[in-house]
């Protein structure tokens, strides 16, 4: 089966393209179980796309060209910080460096230009490293009814979305730019609207221009809703 998809521009990461969490859980939406996401050229806003199954794997396509591409995937042995509190959150917050600088300012899910009840508004900025470990980031998130299901609860592309931008931040604390390569996510819980959730990121491994990076969303009495494992991407310099 194919399924048409298109990216409002409300969902933007950079300005004319969307954010690669958000399109990620749009994919696994149609999927069988956890899954791998790769991004492999920015998608395009308010522009029909075709998903569909070609050998096996789940395609986002615009005409000839292949977008995004899922397989079977997992987030085993991730094991996230633990859980902040919602006040560590808030304080972690306020140093969120992208409110110096930012390589996306309009992103859905963490651009300082975004108003309430337009973007997620996730602003993860440096816990402290003595509790929660060197380079954790964290931020509060409380999901507003535009992200509605029909149940009282977020989507599960916003789930994803709300994963993608705290590992960049961890990712990259003096905020250079980098693409979402891949993201793997497994969502046991939606957030409720209105929930006052904790957001959390945190380094893992960096080698040249990839890194990787794990985050998690928290519900307010600090269960495990949501966690992933991201593949940052540092552009090459001219």
């Not at 046991?188 to 998690?216: L, M, Y």
Request: proline share 10%; with cysteine; hydrophobic share 40%.
């Amino acid at each position: 089966m194919q399924h048409t998809v298109t990216v409002a521009r409300r969902f933007c990461g950079p300005r004319e393209s969307a954010n690669g969490g958000y399109v990620c859980g749009l994919i696994a939406r149609f999927a069988r179980g956890t899954v791998t996401v790769r991004l492999l050229a920015p998608p395009p806003l308010d522009t029909p796309m075709i998903l569909g199954e070609h050998d096996g794997l789940l395609e986002l396509r615009l005409g000839t060209d292949v977008l995004a591409r899922a397989r079977p995937g997992d987030v085993d042995g991730l094991v996230p910080p633990a859980a902040p509190t919602a006040a560590e959150a808030v304080e972690a917050s306020r140093r969120y460096a992208g409110f110096q600088a930012h390589p996306a300012p309009a992103c859905f899910v963490c651009g300082p230009e975004r108003a309430p009840a337009d973007g997620l508004r996730i602003f993860a900025g440096a816990l402290d490293p003595y509790k929660n470990g060197p380079a954790a980031v964290a931020a509060p998130w409380t999901p507003d009814p535009s992200l509605d299901a029909g149940d009282g609860r977020v989507r599960s592309e916003f789930m994803w979305a709300a994963l993608d931008c705290p590992g960049f931040a961890a990712a990259a604390p003096d905020m250079r730019p980098m693409l979402l390569g891949e993201l793997t996510a497994q969502v046991d819980r939606r957030a409720a609207i209105g929930e006052r959730c904790v957001v959390v990121g945190w380094p893992i491994a960096s080698e040249g221009r990839k890194h990787e990076a794990g985050t998690a969303v928290f519900g307010a009495d600090g269960e495990l809703y949501a966690r992933g494992r991201a593949t940052w991407i540092e552009p090459r310099r001219p």
